[in-house]
């Protein structure tokens, strides 16, 4: 690989972050703030975590994603998120994965 194409798809991470790409069956995970709200049932603990994002926003929503993503990989229709951590480096989120019946 050529130092020029090596160069762009360096720059190019830098500039736009790494964040986890929401899956088609990590959209259908529903975020829900308590269990008892819409009858679920729970099936595991889920994390999630980016870091190199251009923002700590950037890098929160990746995160998200990333546990939708898992609680979606295991059978659960929802999310509840028990903690998000900030630091320079990574944002990290835990969550319950369930489901519920909407």
Known sequence: MSYIKLGTLFLT???F????????SGTKVRLVQMQSDFDCSF????TGSNSMGNTTAHDAEG???QLRNKAA?????????LS???SEAVTTTV???LNCQF
């Not at 972050?17 to 899956?23: D, E, K, R, V, Y």
């Not at 099936?43 to 889920?46: H, I, K």
């Not at 990989?73 to 998120?81: K, S, T």
């Open 13 to 15: 991470f830098i500039l």
């Open 63 to 65: 995160a998200m994603n």
């Open 17 to 24: 972050g790494c964040a986890t790409a929401l899956t088609e």
């Open 84 to 86: 998000v951590s900030f």
């Open 95 to 97: 969550g319950e994965a």
């Open 73 to 81: 990989n295991i059978g659960a229709n929802a999310v509840r998120v």
């Open 43 to 46: 099936v595991g603990t889920v």
